[in-house]
């Protein structure tokens, strides 16, 4: 039988349907499609798509098991190394990963990890399924988990699962982190997906305290010397949003893309007036960046009523970071993208409200320290960009708050922590941390990797200690 070259498309809902919506845009395999696309894995006796998951699942055993139907065998396989794998089959960049390194790419596309992934994760979801809660012994070590995001509950999981009695201190109302303030409910459904894992760790027997913020309520020294913790694990993301440091940037109407997706996506301004978050948009939004949280805003725009919405990103389509995945949907979707274009102003009427973006053009150079060509203004090129609304999304950086009230944790000259990348390890004993607080922004599957590292590493630390 010839090898089929091509991946299976995901089913998706039509674009313009969707773009008005806040479905799921990606309807995911069925039975058949599934182990069709399985049966384009060849199975190597070397798999190199192992070697691009941050947390080693056994790629070729669990599409051998879909290929044959057997979906219980294939998400166990999963989940002997993957905590999320239903959310990590929606949002990590395979592309850039497993699926970067599958034998079948070289020739034709790469086996769909992803999409079997999900496939998998999905069928599992519909299950019912009886999770005991861990019996403690009375002299159990309590560890505190700071955050809970990716990081913060791939590492509750593994610890709770080591014996550990857990504690997850999460400073929002709700659990989840990035998953469930950053990412958008059309990519990610929340009550579906993220709620589910969140209250299967707490049926095993995982504490989560929401409107907890660790630096105010209590330090990381207090959580270990006054409130009995043995260890902690700091995994509190980058949360902190970085701006153009441009004129007008004060004026009403323009947005952090932290904040305008966490009003929607967490505080459910897309459900106005059931929900009490207004987020106004108008009729013409332009989103500054280039990245999956630029996409992210652009499209959710779109679905808050925008008629135009416009990216502007001051290099070409070649040097976009979001993975390719998002800016084919966002162009489906009728996102005007301004490439080669950048900020200087942001114009303001006589109310100090957004009017328009004042932009320069922009050509590329040489490549700078990222590797990436240099963008360079063109002189007496500017232009005006007619908006009522500005979403900056240039990158985010740590929240410096558990940092500047733990001295004796060491941190770089960005602000994020100095843990051993092996074990996640600070320079404060007993303290370990993880995920974009220590990297900067990055992907979930990075995060809950660093998470399950940590996890091991803090169970190696205890019982020494003990």
């Keep these: 039988m010839a090898l089929v070259m091509k991946k299976h498309a995901m089913p998706e809902q039509d674009p313009q349907v969707r773009a008005h919506n806040f479905n799921e845009v990606a309807l995911g395999y069925d039975r058949e499609t ?78 769909g990890i992803g999409r079997l992934e999900r496939f998998a994760a999905d069928y599992d979801l519909k299950k019912p399924h009886e999770i005991k809660p861990i019996k403690y012994a009375a002299d159990t070590q309590k560890v505190a988990v700071v955050g809970s995001g990716p990081a913060g509950l791939s590492a509750a999981g593994e610890l709770a699962k080591k014996g550990y009695k857990v504690t997850v201190f999460e400073a929002l109302h709700k659990a989840g982190g990035v998953l469930s303030y950053g990412i958008p409910e059309f990519r990610l459904p929340k009550e579906k997906i993220v709620q589910v894992e969140i209250a299967n760790l707490k049926k095993l027997g995982v504490e989560i305290r929401l409107d907890t913020v660790i630096g105010k309520l209590y330090t990381v020294d207090e959580l270990m010397q006054e409130e009995g913790f043995a260890a902690v694990f700091v995994s509190t ?46 009729k013409t939004v332009a989103v500054v960046g280039g990245g999956n949280v630029a996409m992210d805003a652009a499209r959710t725009s779109l679905r808050l009523g925008a008629e135009h919405v416009y990216i502007v990103y001051r290099r070409s389509e070649k040097e976009l970071p979001a993975r390719l995945e998002e800016v084919h949907h966002a162009k489906d979707e009728g996102i005007d993208f301004k490439l080669l274009n950048n900020p200087v102003e942001v114009i303001g009427d006589e109310n100090g409200n957004v009017k328009a973006l004042r932009c320069i053009k922009m050509q590329l150079g040489e490549p700078d320290a990222s590797g990436r060509r240099r963008p360079i203004p063109i002189e007496g090129s500017e232009f005006e960009l007619p908006v009522e609304t500005v979403v900056v999304a240039i990158g985010q950086g740590p929240n410096p708050l558990v940092q500047s009230t733990t001295p004796d944790m060491h941190t770089n000259k960005r602000g994020n922590i100095v843990a051993d990348e092996a074990t996640g390890a600070t320079t404060k004993a007993g303290v370990f941390a993880g995920g974009d607080i220590v990297t900067g922004a990055a992907t979930v599957i990075l995060a809950m990797g660093a998470g399950k590292k940590a996890a091991q590493a803090i169970d190696e630390y205890l019982k020494k200690k003990a």
């Design 34 to 111: 599934a182990i069709a696309e399985a049966s384009r894995c060849l199975n190597c006796p070397k798999p190199r798509c192992v070697q691009g998951c941050p947390v080693q699942v056994k790629i070729p055993n669990f599409i051998a098991k879909v290929k044959s139907g057997d979906f219980a065998d294939a998400i166990g396989i999963i989940k002997e190394s993957n905590a999320l794998p239903a959310v990590c089959g929606r949002v990590c960049p395979q592309e850039n990963q497993c699926e970067k390194y599958c034998v079948m790419g070289v020739r034709g596309e790469p086996v």
């Design 237 to 282: 993301g980058a949360g902190l949003p970085s701006f153009m440091h441009i004129p007008g940037e004060n004026l009403n109407g323009v947005y952090s893309a932290n904040e305008f997706l966490t009003r929607c996506n967490l505080m459910k301004a897309y459900k106005f007036p059931e929900y009490h978050t207004p987020l106004k948009v108008g």
